[in-house]
């Protein structure tokens, strides 16, 4: 051992104390030949080593801690698009999730620098018939750096085909992996060929344990947050209905209340033997009772009807209806009911074809309309009821010459418990629950309803239906 050598043991102790500081920018001072230099050479060596290692590690805690930062799963993968352009190069990033015990690969997210996407959120495919299966069995990525080659080598490949359409040249695929088991890919992918090489690989390696962790957190935080919407949705919902009961409580208490009270009245007096009542007065009365429950029957119909329909437990049953014959019906059967008032209703067009409804429903809505219409206009006035076929709709119209729709009235027409200006013209009975019914049937076909109507001039109104049922 020479003297100079001497020197370097204490330099080299300097250098493995800075080493341990994690200084790794260090400078080894080297002789030529000797056992002491080839130590200061691999001390050399170990302080390059440590500072790439380094280096790696802060490269990939500054993706992860950037990645880590987003909640909602979205959010994630827009950051994973931003932060890996440093290290890995692309135009494309997409993720696709094994589905049903890894059987079936769905994509569903991608982000991309050019417009088309052919590969769209939803896409899936059979893993038994892709290459990506490969992939999983060994847990290494893979690098297709000619992808028109590729797909000129394997033409049955539906995914390489629309990759190469969408423009991409090279793609690095990887396995995503979540405590030890592969739950989908990472698809990078390029325009250029031959963007991809091993050191692409090695990142992407260092990085996949923690990205996978963040993923799963994503995916998890997404899921309660969608979860807590659907409580919050709910909620509204039950307050909602909460809202609509007390309001049938106040009705079933006001509107109910008068007919029983007067039945009551009645039959007290046809009971009490103080009173001798003609045969004429015994009539009167009874057809007095007769009316009153006939209301309070159909209040409770229609109340009945609206909780089903709200509930959600509205079904409907649909069969074609020919709309000639139907409306034929319809007709006879009004012009009866409108016989008191001498109203005139005509049938002013119907264009033939079917209509697709549910019978009974449908009928609740023509009905309606109609009876409103003799309701609400002064007697012997015309009705005209137009069926017509507008693809894709049937369009459904019924004009009257009553009173028409104010411009105030018009927003609460519709809605439960509507009793508005216009007053019936024959002591006919109102609750006010009618259109908002035929509102909620017709949207279940999947239609409209609505009201043209200048005030004093009458009002036509109108529903549609489409041609082809809602399915
Ligand atoms: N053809 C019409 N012309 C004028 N007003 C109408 C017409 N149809 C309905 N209305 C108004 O809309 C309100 C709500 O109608 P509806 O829901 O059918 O209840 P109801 O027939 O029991 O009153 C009616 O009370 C009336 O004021
Ligand atoms: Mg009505």
Same mark, same amino acid.
């Given at each position: 051992?020479?003297?100079?050598?001497?020197?370097?043991?204490?330099?080299?102790?300097?250098?493995?104390?800075?080493?341990?500081?994690?200084?790794?920018?260090?400078?080894?001072?080297?002789?030529?030949?000797?056992?002491?230099?080839?130590?200061?050479?691999?001390?050399?060596?170990?302080?390059?080593?440590?500072?790439?290692?380094? +280096?790696?590690?802060?490269?990939?805690?500054?993706?992860?801690?950037?990645?880590?930062?987003?909640?909602?799963?979205?959010?994630?993968?827009?950051?994973?698009?931003?932060?890996?352009?440093?290290?890995?190069?692309?135009?494309?990033?997409?993720?696709? =999730?094994?589905?049903?015990?890894?059987?079936?690969?769905?994509?569903?997210?991608?982000?991309?620098?050019?417009?088309?996407?052919?590969?769209?959120?939803?896409?899936?495919?059979?893993?038994?018939?892709?290459?990506?299966?490969?992939?999983?069995?060994?847990?290494?990525?893979?690098?297709?750096?000619?992808?028109?080659?590729?797909?000129?080598?394997?033409?049955?490949?539906?995914?390489?085909?629309?990759?190469?359409?969408?423009?991409?040249?090279?793609?690095?695929?990887?396995?995503?992996?979540?405590?030890?088991?592969?739950?989908?890919?990472?698809?990078?992918?390029?325009?250029?060929?031959?963007?991809?090489?091993?050191?692409?690989?090695?990142?992407?390696?260092?990085?996949?344990?923690?990205?996978?962790?963040?993923?799963?957190?994503?995916?998890?935080?997404?899921?309660? +947050?969608?979860?807590?919407?659907?409580?919050?949705?709910?909620?509204?919902?039950?307050?909602?209905?909460?809202?609509?009961?007390?309001?049938?409580?106040?009705?079933?208490?006001?509107?109910?209340?008068?007919?029983?009270?007067?039945?009551?009245?009645?039959?007290?007096?046809?009971?009490?033997?103080?009173?001798?009542?003609?045969?004429?007065?015994?009539?009167?009365?009874?057809?007095?009772?007769?009316?009153?429950?006939?209301?309070?029957?159909?209040?409770?119909?229609?109340?009945?009807?609206?909780?089903?329909?709200?509930?959600?437990?509205?079904?409907?049953?649909?069969?074609?209806?020919?709309?000639?014959?139907?409306?034929?019906?319809?007709?006879?059967?009004?012009?009866?009911?409108?016989?008191?008032?001498?109203?005139?209703?005509?049938?002013?067009?119907?264009?033939?074809?079917?209509?697709?409804?549910?019978?009974?429903?449908?009928?609740?809505?023509?009905?309606?309309?109609?009876?409103?219409?003799?309701?609400?206009?002064?007697?012997? +006035?015309?009705?005209?009821?137009?069926?017509?076929?507008?693809?894709?709709?049937?369009?459904?119209?019924?004009?009257?010459?009553?009173?028409?729709?104010?411009?105030?009235?018009?927003?609460?027409?519709?809605?439960?418990?509507?009793?508005?200006?216009?007053?019936?013209?024959?002591?006919?009975?109102?609750?006010? =629950?009618?259109?908002?019914?035929?509102?909620?049937?017709?949207?279940?076909?999947?239609?409209?309803?609505?009201?043209?109507?200048?005030?004093?001039?009458?009002?036509?109104?109108?529903?549609?239906?489409?041609?082809?049922?809602?399915?």
């Amino acid at each position: 051992m020479t003297s100079h050598n001497d020197d370097l043991i204490p330099k080299y102790v300097e250098v493995t104390e800075e080493l341990r500081k994690g200084h790794y920018d260090v400078q080894v001072p080297l002789h030529e030949g000797d056992d002491i230099s080839i130590l200061g050479e691999s001390l050399q060596n170990l302080a390059h080593d440590l500072e790439h290692r380094y +280096s790696q590690i802060s490269e990939t805690d500054k993706i992860t801690t950037n990645i880590n930062q987003g909640f909602l799963l979205e959010d994630i993968l827009e950051s994973v698009y931003k932060e890996f352009k440093q290290f890995i190069p692309y135009d494309r990033i997409g993720f696709a =999730l094994l589905e049903q015990h890894g059987r079936i690969l769905r994509a569903f997210w991608s982000k991309s620098e050019f417009e088309e996407t052919k590969i769209k959120k939803g896409y899936a495919g059979l893993m038994s018939e892709s290459s990506l299966k490969n992939i999983i069995e060994t847990g290494v990525p893979r690098i297709i750096n000619d992808l028109e080659e590729y797909y000129h080598n394997k033409p049955t490949s539906h995914s390489s085909r629309l990759a190469v359409e969408e423009g991409i040249r090279s793609s690095l695929t990887c396995p995503l992996i979540s405590n030890g088991v592969a739950v989908g890919f990472m698809f990078f992918s390029s325009r250029e060929k031959n963007t991809y090489a091993e050191v692409h690989i090695a990142t992407y390696q260092r990085i996949v344990r923690q990205l996978s962790i963040i993923l799963e957190k994503g995916r998890l935080v997404s899921e309660l +947050s969608d979860q807590k919407n659907t409580i919050e949705k709910k909620n509204e919902e039950l307050k909602r209905l909460d809202e609509l009961k007390n309001v049938f409580l106040g009705i079933a208490a006001h509107d109910l209340r008068n007919p029983i009270s007067s039945i009551r009245g009645i039959a007290e007096m046809m009971l009490d033997e103080r009173f001798e009542l003609t045969n004429e007065e015994k009539k009167e009365f009874l057809s007095d009772i007769y009316d009153q429950s006939n209301f309070m029957l159909n209040l409770l119909n229609d109340l009945l009807d609206i909780t089903t329909i709200e509930s959600g437990k509205f079904l409907l049953n649909i069969v074609p209806i020919q709309s000639d014959e139907y409306f034929e019906q319809i007709l006879e059967r009004h012009l009866k009911l409108a016989e008191p008032k001498e109203t005139n209703i005509i049938i002013e067009n119907v264009d033939k074809g079917l209509i697709n409804a549910d019978v009974a429903r449908f009928r609740q809505i023509v009905d309606n309309l109609i009876s409103n219409a003799v309701k609400f206009s002064p007697p012997k +006035s015309t009705i005209k009821i137009r069926v017509l076929l507008r693809e894709p709709y049937w369009k459904i119209e019924v004009q009257d010459e009553g009173p028409g729709i104010t411009e105030k009235d018009r927003e609460k027409l519709f809605q439960d418990f509507a009793k508005l200006s216009a007053q019936p013209t024959g002591g006919e009975k109102s609750t006010g =629950l009618g259109l908002s019914i035929v509102r909620k049937i017709v949207n279940a076909h999947g239609g409209k309803i609505g009201v043209d109507s200048e005030p004093g001039h009458g009002a036509t109104f109108w529903f549609t239906i489409p041609v082809k049922p809602k399915v």
